[in-house]
């Protein structure tokens, strides 16, 4: 297993603040800013780096034509990449033995994993099933960083 740790330590320094990017069917590449986390993966218990992203986006749609992916971390001049694959777990996107609540679950864990806080959990679980948000989980296949990170 690819160690994930630096990316985790960043994680915390700016609110889980991230640039995913991702492969459009042309090969050119696609980037947004996001939060992100690192969680037990559900089903294995090895650590991925998580988020969650809105149904009907383009970077579900690049993720499920390719499911590579790179993400940064950063805080000041601190960085660190992890590449690898990718599995989507939502509404659209149904994986065995992930039912409604489990996959309800799994959103907030992601979003506390993040750094995220809520104070109407019932609005934010709400929120989520109307945007069919889905659980996007990276297991590192090569992470780096630079040098200050060691």
Known sequence: MTDISAFSE???LDHGLCVLSTARRDGSVQSSVINAGVMPHPRTGEPVVALVAA???RKLDHLRADP???IVVRAGWRWVT???DT???GP??????VDGEALRLLLRNIFQAA???HDDWDTYDRVMAEERRAAV???ARRVYSNPTNG
């Open 55 to 57: 149904g009907g986006t």
């Open 10 to 12: 960043l994680v915390a």
């Open 92 to 97: 659209d996107d149904p994986q065995p033995g």
């Open 68 to 70: 590579r992916a790179t």
């Open 82 to 84: 992890v590449e690898g």
């Open 115 to 117: 750094g995220g806080t």
């Open 137 to 139: 989980l990276i297991t």
């Open 87 to 89: 599995e989507i777990i």
